[in-house]
């Protein structure tokens, strides 16, 4: 069975920086695609980036030019950079991942932004 992990998530002021990991139990390359979602207090959970097996990369509006998904050359870890925090991204982020048609979900990790 897959599994992934995040972690990096914390508490920052506004303007701050954060830096998401993602580890996953196999080989990154081997999912379709790798997403990053989140999910706010009273909100619905929200497709925050993703990148396909080839490394192509789509992100929500509220976040391009602040966030930048990447992952490792080799290896099994996607990351999620998140530059020029608001008090707006404050929630849960999770990790996603498809393998074939199933699909995988970390247990998420708490980001908070204070103004």
């Known amino acids: 069975q897959v599994q992934l992990v995040e972690s990096g998530g914390g508490w920052v002021q506004s303007g701050g920086s954060l830096r998401l990991s993602c580890r996953a139990s196999?080989?990154?390359?081997?999912?379709?695609?790798v997403a990053w979602h989140r999910q706010a207090p009273g909100k619905e959970r929200e497709l925050v980036a993703s990148?396909?097996?080839?490394?192509?990369?789509n992100y929500a509006d509220s976040v391009k030019g602040r966030f930048t998904m990447s992952r490792t050359r080799a290896g099994n870890t996607v990351f999620l950079q998140m530059n020029n925090l608001e008090p707006e991204d404050t929630a849960v982020y999770y990790c996603?991942?498809?393998?074939?048609?199933?699909?995988?979900w970390g247990q998420g990790t708490q980001v908070t932004v204070s103004s």
């Open positions: 996603n991942a498809y393998l074939g048609t199933a699909g995988y």
């Open positions: 990148m396909t097996a080839g490394g192509s990369t």
């Open positions: 196999t080989n990154i390359f081997s999912f379709k695609v």
